[in-house]
């Protein structure tokens, strides 16, 4: 509590100091003269993922300005990219093919070197495999503890997430110095184009690196990708295999022009690769629509999909959990209704 | 290869099955009288430890740790019968519980303390969802990580790891020490037996207290509330695909 105290009577004092923007929030003048937030993007292979943007949003829900980050080989090219997302003032890019697989054993000096001379107040990254990776070792480098996986922003300090799948919702206030915060991107969409943001260089303090990266086996698709798909069709046990996961479900999908995931007994049955699988420790999906099929709804799958707009399932159990959460539910025998609907979804 | 002696964290938290009910005064979840078990992810932790033994490598010794209530002394118990060798367990006062950052700084000084060179930890403690302790602990000490690992392999002094990302796999190599988080697909725990939990009983059992370590593990985060997420309103039963197509285009939806 103390350490809360002095700081912002410190912010109060220093922020006299600095030239500041008129701000819309007037009981956190103080805090947001002084708030600067750094937003870790994500590229690959030297493509901007669009999705590590969420943190550029929830960057400039704090107040104050906003910094991207980039590193790797053609930085540069992405930084210039980045630069032109609205709400990002700046991007600081690392030119170096060191940081291309984002091994945190390098990346965390990188990044904390960066923080520290910036002398930023906010580190957020996505809560992507990347960000969970990579910034606890950066929060413990900066004696921070991390807020991970924020739905919210209250103020600087206050943050809103869930906890125990999804089943509560937190909210915490953080005496941190520096706050380090991994965001869903489900609740942060990303920026629109139209910025101008200002391209530097940044400190590249060269750490070794004692892991070396050997190799990846990505699964490849033309679908959307899941975490961000405006629709996604989902199937679990009552598929019964891969070969009827495989049959029924990517005809639906591209009815629908939707991604494909799956609950993790579809995943521990090997009908599903385990990218696929949504729920409290695969992937959070909030779609328009979230279509399911043989999926009973147990806790772990519900926390990652009940966000979605509009639910729909497909069930023959009238019982099933998921039918609480449904919006259209259709008690049927799915090899049935499947082939029906993807059919006449087609004929729309 | 060097000796491989094993650290393995667990924690008590409310049974994976349980819907977790919200108190009265909405500052925490109920945890009185509520079933709890071991985190599922350090039961794989755990399991994976003594695959290791299983599999010829030269492994020391398997130290199972935890910090929290004198309950948490059970899931020691339940990691001894699983194979460990012995426990250690801090206490934490009933209703008080640690951050992740506290309990990577008191991890950081068993591993130094107990010379352990392998710790293996679950991804994440379904209770807080974090996902935070792994890497603060590899931060901490300033050791590779491989997180989220699916598939665990040694060779001389080489380990192989297999980690879930998105969209996949990737396979990453790296030297002792090391610390490793469990995903789900690692392996599959095996129950205890009823000889063992009797075995297990023998096992020792350190007892300690916050007073025992020098880290600061004062708490940076404040509660200021818990709330039930919003409800879903109750939707609709369709007799057939054309209602249901009926009525997502009615939601907007198609």
Same mark, same amino acid.
Request: charged share 25%; glycine share 8%; hydrophobic share 40%.
């Given at each position: 509590?103390?350490?809360?105290?002095?700081?912002?009577?410190?912010?109060?004092?220093?922020?006299?100091?600095?030239?500041?923007?008129?701000?819309?929030?007037?009981?956190?003048?103080?805090?947001?003269?002084?708030?600067?937030?750094?937003?870790?993007?994500?590229?690959?292979?030297?493509?901007?993922?669009?999705?590590?943007?969420?943190?550029?949003?929830?960057?400039?829900?704090?107040?104050?300005?906003?910094?991207?980050?980039?590193?790797?080989?053609?930085?540069?090219?992405?930084?210039?990219?980045?630069?032109?997302?609205?709400?990002?003032?700046?991007?600081?890019?690392?030119?170096?093919? #060191?940081?291309?697989?984002?091994?945190?054993?390098?990346?965390?000096?990188?990044?904390?070197?960066?923080?520290?001379?910036?002398?930023?107040?906010?580190?957020? #990254?996505?809560?992507?495999?990347?960000?969970?990776?990579?910034?606890?070792?950066?929060?413990?480098?900066?004696?921070?503890?991390?807020?991970?996986?924020?739905?919210?922003?209250?103020?600087?300090?206050?943050?809103?997430?869930?906890?125990?799948?999804?089943?509560?919702?937190?909210?915490?206030?953080?005496?941190?110095?520096?706050?380090?915060?991994?965001?869903?991107?489900?609740?942060?969409?990303?920026?629109?184009?139209?910025?101008?943001?200002?391209?530097?260089?940044?400190?590249?303090?060269?750490?070794?690196?004692?892991?070396?990266?050997?190799?990846?086996?990505?699964?490849?698709?033309?679908?959307?990708?899941?975490?961000?798909?405006?629709?996604?069709?989902?199937?679990?046990?009552?598929?019964?295999?891969?070969?009827?996961?495989?049959?029924?479900?990517?005809?639906?999908?591209?009815?629908?022009?939707?991604?494909?995931?799956?609950?993790?007994?579809?995943?521990?049955?090997?009908?599903?690769?385990?990218?696929?699988?949504?729920?409290?420790?695969?992937?959070?999906?909030?779609?328009?629509?979230?279509?399911?099929?043989?999926?009973?709804?147990?806790?772990?799958?519900?926390?990652?999909?009940?966000?979605?707009?509009?639910?729909?399932?497909?069930?023959?159990?009238?019982?099933?959990?998921?039918?609480?959460?449904?919006?259209?539910?259709?008690?049927?025998?799915?090899?049935?209704?499947?082939?029906?609907?993807?059919?006449?979804?087609?004929?729309? | 290869?060097?000796?491989?002696?094993?650290?393995?964290?667990?924690?008590?938290?409310?049974?994976?099955?349980?819907?977790?009910?919200?108190?009265?005064?909405?500052?925490?979840?109920?945890?009185?009288?509520?079933?709890?078990?071991?985190?599922?992810?350090?039961?794989?932790?755990?399991?994976?430890?003594?695959?290791?033994?299983?599999?010829?490598?030269?492994?020391? !010794?398997?130290?199972?740790?935890?910090?929290?209530?004198?309950?948490?002394?059970?899931?020691?118990?339940?990691?001894?019968?699983?194979?460990?060798?012995?426990?250690?367990?801090?206490?934490?006062?009933?209703?008080?519980?640690?951050?992740?950052?506290?309990?990577?700084?008191?991890?950081?000084?068993?591993?130094?303390? !107990?010379?352990?060179?392998?710790?293996?930890?679950?991804?994440?403690?379904?209770?807080?969802?974090?996902?935070?302790?792994?890497?603060?602990?590899?931060?901490?000490?300033?050791?590779?990580?491989?997180?989220?690992?699916?598939?665990?392999?040694?060779?001389?002094?080489?380990?192989?790891?297999?980690?879930?990302?998105?969209?996949?796999? !990737?396979?990453?190599?790296?030297?002792?020490?090391?610390?490793?988080?469990?995903?789900?697909?690692?392996?599959?725990?095996?129950?205890?037996?009823?000889?063992?939990?009797?075995?297990?009983?023998?096992?020792?059992?350190?007892?300690?207290?916050?007073?025992?370590?020098?880290?600061?593990?004062?708490?940076?985060?404040?509660?200021?509330?818990?709330?039930?997420?919003?409800?879903?309103?109750?939707?609709?039963?369709?007799?057939?695909?054309?209602?249901?197509?009926?009525?997502?285009?009615?939601?907007?939806?198609?």
């Amino acid at each position: 509590m103390f350490s809360a105290a002095r700081q912002s009577v410190l912010r109060q004092a220093q922020s006299q100091l600095r030239f500041s923007r008129p701000t819309v929030i007037p009981q956190y003048l103080a805090f947001t003269r002084l708030l600067s937030t750094l937003a870790l993007l994500e590229q690959r292979e030297g493509k901007l993922n669009v999705s590590s943007l969420a943190a550029v949003t929830a960057g400039t829900r704090l107040g104050g300005s906003v910094t991207g980050f980039i590193a790797g080989s053609g930085a540069k090219a992405v930084a210039n990219e980045a630069a032109t997302i609205q709400g990002i003032e700046k991007v600081i890019y690392v030119e170096n093919d #060191a940081y291309d697989k984002g091994l945190p054993e390098n990346f965390a000096p990188l990044l904390v070197e960066n923080i520290k001379k910036g002398g930023f107040t906010h580190v957020i #990254a996505g809560n992507s495999a990347f960000g969970k990776n990579l910034l606890p070792r950066v929060a413990a480098m900066l004696d921070s503890q991390q807020i991970s996986d924020i739905i919210s922003v209250e103020s600087e300090d206050t943050f809103v997430r869930t906890i125990y799948a999804g089943n509560a919702i937190l909210t915490v206030q953080s005496s941190d110095a520096v706050k380090v915060i991994t965001v869903r991107g489900t609740a942060f969409p990303a920026g629109e184009q139209g910025g101008s943001a200002e391209v530097v260089e940044g400190a590249d303090p060269k750490a070794e690196c004692p892991t070396e990266w050997i190799s990846e086996d990505l699964a490849k698709s033309d679908r959307p990708d899941l975490a961000t798909a405006g629709r996604v069709v989902s199937g679990g046990r009552g598929l019964k295999s891969k070969e009827e996961f495989d049959r029924l479900m990517p005809p639906l999908a591209d009815a629908l022009g939707a991604a494909i995931g799956a609950s993790r007994a579809a995943v521990d049955s090997g009908f599903a690769d385990n990218s696929l699988q949504v729920g409290q420790t695969g992937k959070n999906v909030a779609p328009q629509l979230y279509l399911c099929a043989g999926i009973s709804g147990a806790i772990q799958h519900l926390a990652g999909m009940k966000d979605s707009k509009v639910i729909a399932a497909i069930n023959k159990d009238p019982d099933a959990p998921i039918f609480q959460v449904a919006d259209v539910g259709l008690v049927g025998d799915l090899f049935d209704k499947v082939p029906e609907l993807t059919e006449k979804l087609k004929a729309l | 290869m060097s000796g491989l002696r094993i650290l393995v964290p667990v924690k008590r938290v409310i049974d994976y099955a349980v819907k977790p009910r919200i108190n009265r005064a909405n500052t925490a979840v109920e945890t009185a009288g509520v079933k709890h078990s071991m985190n599922p992810f350090d039961e794989l932790s755990i399991e994976e430890a003594v695959r290791l033994r299983e599999r010829k490598l030269p492994v020391e !010794e398997i130290v199972a740790f935890s910090a929290g209530p004198p309950k948490a002394q059970d899931i020691l118990r339940t990691a001894m019968a699983m194979g460990a060798d012995r426990g250690i367990h801090v206490t934490i006062e009933e209703g008080k519980e640690l951050e992740p950052l506290g309990v990577a700084k008191l991890l950081k000084q068993v591993v130094q303390e !107990e010379k352990s060179n392998l710790v293996i930890l679950g991804k994440q403690s379904i209770d807080d969802d974090a996902n935070q302790t792994g890497q603060m602990l590899a931060g901490l000490l300033n050791w590779p990580q491989a997180t989220q690992a699916s598939k665990v392999t040694f060779e001389g002094d080489d380990v192989t790891v297999m980690r879930e990302v998105d969209g996949g796999v !990737e396979t990453l190599k790296a030297k002792l020490p090391l610390i490793i988080t469990t995903d789900l697909r690692l392996n599959e725990p095996r129950y205890a037996s009823l000889p063992n939990i009797m075995k297990a009983k023998k096992k020792p059992l350190a007892k300690k207290t916050l007073a025992d370590f020098e880290a600061d593990v004062s708490p940076r985060l404040k509660t200021l509330k818990v709330t039930e997420p919003p409800p879903r309103k109750g939707g609709v039963k369709v007799e057939d695909v054309d209602g249901m197509i009926g009525k997502l285009k009615e939601l907007g939806a198609l």
